[in-house]
Structures are given as C-alpha cells and as structure tokens.
C-alpha cells in the first residue's frame, strides 16, 4: 500500500479510538516490562491505591458495578446480578454437597462480601452470616440485601487494607464456613492473599471448609499478576498457577478437596476462574 495512502487512512480515525489504541500500546508494553523485567510497585503503595479505590467508589457516588452493587454497572440487568450469587452455590454444592448448608444452623463468613451477590443465597438458614469488608458503603448495602429478605443474622465486620488479620480478632467464634469470591484477584499480592488465606484458617472451626474462588493463570501475558496500577488493572491484580494456591493453601494449613474449573463467565464478562473447596486440616 502507498504509505501516504495509509497515513490518511490513520488520519480519518477518530481520535477517541486512537487514544483507546495508543493506550493499549502502552497497557501491553508495561506488561511486558512488568512479567519480564520484573518493574513492580512497592506493595504497600499497591495495598494504600486499594483502600482508596474502594473507598472512592462507595463514598463518593461513583459506580458501585466492581463491588457488585445490585442495579449498577452491568448489573442494571438484575438476572445478572442474581445469577452470579447463584452459580457460586451451584458451584458449592457442587463441590460440598447440596445438603450441607442445610444440616445444621451454620456460622458463615463472606470475606469481601460487596453488594451481597453471594449473600443473599448463602445466608438464608445461618445461624450467623459474617460480611467482612474493607468499606462501610458495602457492608451497609450487603446487610440491606440480606434484610430485605426478611433476615436478621447480619454482622458487618469492617477492617482496612493494610490490616487483613485483625479480623479475626473482631470474631470471637469459630466460623463453620469462609466464602470468598471474586476477591482473590484484586488483592494486592500474592503475599497478601497468604495473609488471608492465614487469617481464614484461624477463624475457621476444626474441620471447618473454605471455598475460595481464585483467577488462574495460564501462560498467556494477559493471564498474569499485573502488580501496578491497581485502579485500572484490579480485576487481574493478582493470579496464581492452579498448583501454585493448592500449595500455598497446604502450607497455610488446608487440606483441598475439590477443584472446579470455569474458562469463561458471561455474567460478569470475564474469564479464568477456579473455585477451591478446602477443609481446614486436623491438628493445623
């Protein structure tokens, strides 16, 4: 082709499609910097960019469609935002058994629990339903979700980014279950979801499961930890191999049991889930 063809051609693209094609340039080259150079942001400045992104997004009126806030974002489509809860317990009682919430009154943690998407199909028939987060905006709009179902058994636990252990110093007993989905990818580190997964396992009851839904990654670039830019890279902030978390969650003191694999989500319009279910190991 004519080369002077071909700059006219660039000339008549919008500008708004050139900035979005400029900026993915950018967006790749640092990836590659990021996984093969190694550039990384300090974690603790990583862990101070999650607080406030979280904190702006519930304080200050802006879209609460990441914290799966019901009726926001993509979720102005409610069947998605119903559906999302449901096919985590369909995936647990895939996993777990369909009659294990249902044996007894159990005491339920959600860490992370946003706008209450899992919630409000985990929680009928607890005798205690946990929902940890590090906003008040989210806990308020989980625990009007639950009580609009006619529910009493809420309890907000709130702590702050740079703290994920002191929340089991704000329990004082034993959960039967620890849920956590849509989570583990915007934390801030793979070391800071060891933190977690440490504190889950302490407030975890002997024998007690975990249902953890990570981002797995493959070998591709787009699959990998971003590491920088939390505001703009949370969804894909942290990832791990599946071998890689079966070994951390072993050596944080789980035994896993199952494994289930999701290549694809359309409800949320992402991809590369896996969702672990792990019993706390005897005598760990």
Not at 69 to 92: E, K, M, P, T, Y
Not at 144 to 171: D, K, S, T, W, Y
Not at 194 to 220: C, N, P, W
Request: aromatic residues 12%; proline residues 5%; charged residues 25%.
């Amino acid at each position: 082709m004519n080369p002077l063809l071909r700059k006219s051609s660039w000339l008549s693209v919008p500008s708004f499609v050139m900035h979005r094609y400029i900026e993915r340039i950018i967006r790749v080259s640092r990836r590659l910097l990021d996984n093969y150079a190694g550039i990384r942001e300090p974690e603790d400045k990583i862990i101070a960019d999650s607080q406030a992104f979280w904190n702006n997004l519930s304080n200050q009126g802006r879209d609460g469609g990441p914290a799966h806030f019901r009726g926001q974002s993509i979720f102005a489509d409610d069947s998605r935002w119903v559906g999302l809860g449901q096919n985590s317990l369909r995936i647990f009682y895939r996993l777990a058994g369909e009659d294990w919430l249902s044996k007894k009154p159990r005491r339920i943690l959600d860490w992370g629990c946003g706008g209450g998407t899992c919630a409000v199909h985990f929680a009928p028939g607890a005798a205690c339903y946990y929902g940890v987060d590090i906003t008040e905006a989210s806990l308020t709009e989980c625990n009007r979700q639950v009580e609009a179902l006619g529910l009493h058994n809420f309890e907000p636990v709130l702590f702050q980014a740079p703290e994920p252990e002191r929340v089991a110093r704000l329990i004082d007993k034993p959960c039967d279950l620890v849920l956590s989905t849509y989570v583990f990818e915007l934390l801030p580190s793979k070391e800071y979801g060891r933190r977690v997964l440490r504190t889950i396992h302490e407030l975890l009851a002997d024998e007690g499961l975990a249902f953890i839904q990570i981002k797995y990654s493959t070998h591709k670039l787009n699959s990998m930890s971003y590491r920088w830019g939390y505001s703009k890279n949370l969804g894909n902030m942290t990832t791990y191999f599946i071998e890689e978390f079966w070994t951390m969650a072993r050596e944080c003191g789980f035994e896993p049991q199952l494994l289930y694999l999701e290549p694809v989500q359309p409800l949320n319009n992402d991809h590369h889930f896996a969702y672990f279910l792990m019993e706390k190991a005897k005598g760990s």
